[in-house]
């Protein structure tokens, strides 16, 4: 069955059918030039009488005047008798069926075409892949009419005609006559999300120049397009690298969208959902606008249909605490709260404006920012709002900065709630509860710290594992201008690496700005020319980890060499008999593989270290994972070993 609005053309039916009756005449033909020829050799007749006998025979009405006689004669009219029976049957039958099918296809295609001739106010969308695909879905989940045209003729027939609902046109939407079947004359919108932008843009040109009027959204694929697709006629640009589907729709229907805010309580949510309904008309979200926020607290929210909305109302009568919290939010921000709202039409908009008026809830039509702050000064109510504002913010710095950082944030006001410390091998971060909201309590502690040198070598300690100086703060404040000012100041001073950033994302920023390396080396025991390597070059040794074979155990020894004292310190450790005799046995189980967990002030003394130490010879890899270590130590050579 085709679809509804497929213009009926005759070669359109199928050219099998067409092949078979072609045949069937040829044989037809080539049967009528065997009778003739044979009635002429055979019965001896002229031409003419031939012709006339072999159709008397086919046909089989003859031998009145013309009879065979000879026994020649009687086969060769046998012959001819059996042909002309079976081929003029099937010739007969397969005409017939031909027929059939063409007029079935006329008669289904002018029902079809009045289908389509019905539709209008619908989106003709060109290209239904994968974002294609998404953004139908989002179209028929609010009830919006769409005609489809598609390049792939499979993709229609076998997955979109399965759908009686879906209207879909098996073309190029670059010609005209397709675009004209598709009924852009009466449509709404084009919208165009096939993958290549140079059919995109004629899609485009072809849609403006045969309705200038037409609303066009088309889709890029690469952003440097974006401006040749406006160029063309589009009306709006989306590519998919920043927007999904659902940005395609709202894009869609920016002519038929808007902005209202209103005032009302929680108790009143069903009346004004009612009136926006019941227009056809679907509820995209909610802002509330609380007090010093710099941007409304947004809530998706996309109910088209009256038992969605039934089913929200009776989840809060179910659920009294979250009746109660929606409450509270309203009572925070007076009320007061704005909805983006689509429709099938700028009348229906319009209609629900003028009753949302009616009933006294609406403030305002596509208000500014400035403009809601004016209607909450004239209609709310000052409260006390819990909430307050607060960031996560992400540095890297030393200790000894610390005091200039703590500076920039109490100077706007704003209070330093805690440290978060990221550790190598832990899944979460250490954290700490500072508090800090003066330059007296910072002062003090600052103080202490410098007073007590085992807590500020501690401190250094933790500060230079967690990634060379890498730790989080959360920060909050009187206002969100005041974050805004310790967000600029902090970054500034190169200290902020980002803001609200997920472990993942501070791991990464770890591995990319992060001063903290664990190298895997091998050499005999008691050479401490790696070590040497290290802290000439500027780093610092943390600790030795040595991996035991077998049991798969780790020992790790606390080093922390700073400098040529401590690597003075550690030679003559080493020279000492209990300590000589143990490091040989742990040597010797971890078949001389060891790793140091080394820091730098900067990532590119990290690389001169690793270039130095490859140099020497020693160096097996660098941040390798546990797994890939273990394949190391276990993989080389043991050897039998005594220690007296």
């Known amino acids: 069955m085709r679809p509804p609005y497929l213009p009926i053309l005759p070669e359109e039916i199928p050219g099998t059918s067409y092949s078979l009756a072609l045949y069937a005449l040829v044989g037809v033909i080539l049967l009528i030039a065997y009778g003739i020829i044979g009635s002429i050799y055979v019965m001896g007749l002229d031409p003419i009488n031939a012709l006339y006998f072999t159709v008397q025979t086919i046909a089989t009405v ?68 994968r974002v294609g695909g998404a953004v ?66 004629f899609i485009t040109l072809t849609a403006r120049e045969l309705h200038p009027e037409i609303w066009i959204v088309t889709r890029a694929s690469k952003k440097e397009n974006i401006r040749r697709l406006y160029r063309s006629g589009a009306d709006k640009v989306i590519s998919p690298e920043a927007s999904g589907a659902e940005d395609i729709y709202f894009a869609a229907m920016e002519p038929t969208i808007m902005k209202i805010t209103e005032i009302h309580g929680v108790a009143e949510i069903k009346r004004e959902a009612e009136i926006i309904l019941k227009h056809g008309c679907t509820l995209e979200n909610i802002e509330y606008h609380l007090p010093e926020f710099k941007e409304p607290l947004a809530r998706k929210i996309g109910v088209s249909k009256i038992n969605q909305l039934n089913r929200f109302l009776s989840s809060l009568e179910r659920d009294i605490n ?130 007590d040198s085992a807590r500020m070598d501690a401190l250094e300690r933790l500060y230079t594992i967690s990634g060379g100086g890498i730790h989080s703060h959360k920060i909050s404040g009187p206002d969100t201008k005041s974050l805004d000012k310790v967000e600029s100041e902090l970054t500034k001073k190169g200290f902020l690496l980002g803001l609200n950033l997920s472990h993942d994302e501070i791991l990464e920023k770890i591995r990319e700005y992060g001063r903290v390396s664990e190298m895997l080396m091998k050499h005999e025991v008691g050479i401490t020319d790696d070590k040497r ?50 490091l040989t046995a742990l040597y010797e189980i971890s078949r001389h593989i060891h790793s140091h967990t080394i820091s730098a002030p900067d990532v590119k003394t990290i690389k001169k270290i690793e270039k130095a130490l490859d140099k020497q010879g020693i160096l097996l890899g660098v941040d390798l994972p546990e797994e890939e270590i273990w394949k190391i130590v276990e993989s080389a050579n043991s050897k039998e070993f005594c220690v007296k």
């Open 62 to 129: 003859g031998f009145g005047d013309i009879r065979p006689v000879t026994p020649i004669q009687k086969i060769f009219t046998v012959t001819l008798v059996l042909g002309g029976v079976g081929l003029l049957a099937y010739a007969f039958t397969l005409t017939i069926t031909v027929v059939t099918m063409a007029v079935e296809e006329i008669t289904s295609g002018a029902r079809q075409r009045r289908l389509i001739a019905a539709t209008k106010d619908h989106f003709v969308l060109c290209g239904y892949g």
């Open 136 to 201: 139908h879905k989002e179209l028929k989940k609010r009830d919006r009419n769409v005609i489809i045209i598609e390049r792939d003729k499979d993709i229609v027939e076998k997955e979109l005609w399965e759908d009686p609902d879906v209207l879909a046109i098996p073309g190029d939407a670059t010609d005209e006559t397709v675009m004209i079947d598709a009924g852009i004359k009466k449509a709404r919108g084009v919208i165009i999300t096939t993958g290549d932008d140079v059919d995109n843009l």
């Open 322 to 451: 979250r009746k109660k919290s929606l409450e509270k939010i309203y009572e925070s921000v007076s009320g007061i709260h704005s909805h983006w709202i689509s429709g099938p039409t700028k009348e229906s908009l319009d209609k629900v404006a003028e009753e949302l008026k009616k009933e006294g809830f609406l403030l305002g039509i596509n208000l500014n920012e400035e403009e809601i702050k004016d209607a909450v000064k004239k209609h709310g109510k000052l409260v006390e709002v819990v909430l307050k504002p607060e960031m996560k913010i992400t540095e890297i710095h030393d200790v000894t900065d610390i005091r200039e950082e703590a500076e920039i944030i109490l100077k706007h006001g704003c209070t330093l709630e805690n440290i978060e410390y990221y550790l190598p091998g832990f899944h979460e971060p250490l954290k700490r509860k500072v508090g800090l909201s003066k330059a007296d309590d910072m002062d003090r502690f600052l103080k202490h710290l410098n007073e």
């Open 533 to 582: 390597v290290i802290v000439e070059l500027g780093g610092r040794v943390l600790d030795s980890k040595h991996y035991l074979p077998g049991v798969r155990q780790v020992v790790t020894r606390k080093l922390y060499l700073k400098n040529e004292e401590d690597l003075r310190r550690c030679e003559e450790e080493y020279n000492k008999p209990d300590a000589r005799r143990s």
